[in-house]
Nanobody, 124 residues
Framework: QVQLMESGGGLVHPGGSLRLSCAPS????????MGWFRQDPGKEREFVVA????????YTAESVKGRFTISRDNAQNTVYLQMNELKPEDTAVYYC?????????????????WGQGTQVTVSS
């Protein structure tokens, strides 16, 4: 069983930055592709970014391309989501996710493990 713990959410002004972190179970971290989704109340869950287990390949949603970057540090067992140029429409609960495989199924949210989520609010 993989457990995921997100941190780093909060309130930020439009144009600001935040960095989210996700720390999965250390013993299995290197074996999993990792990613982030988000969901605003009343809306569908949305794919944001994903990264392969090696960190050499990423997928990024068009809505955040050029502003959000996913990275991972396998030595520290942590995956990061750097969010820059934040907009009010980025407001959502952000969920860390993990899966045994890396591929286009991530766009549809068909992944195995989910964190509890962390709130990101972009407001002036």
């Amino acid at each position: 069983q993989v457990q995921l713990m997100e941190s780093g959410g909060g309130l930020v002004h439009p144009g600001g930055s935040l960095r989210l972190s996700c720390a999965p179970s250390p013993r299995t971290f290197r074996n999993y592709a990792m990613g982030w989704f988000r969901q605003d109340p009343g809306k569908e869950r949305e794919f944001v970014v994903a990264i392969s287990w090696s960190g050499t390949s990423t997928y990024t949603a068009e809505s955040v391309k050029g502003r959000f970057t996913i990275s991972r540090d396998n030595a520290q067992n942590t995956v990061y989501l750097q969010m820059n140029e934040l907009k009010p429409e980025d407001t959502a609960v952000y969920y860390c996710a993990a899966d045994d495989s890396y591929g286009i199924h991530w766009f549809g949210g068909r992944v195995r493990y989910w964190g509890q989520g962390t709130q990101v609010t972009v407001s002036s």
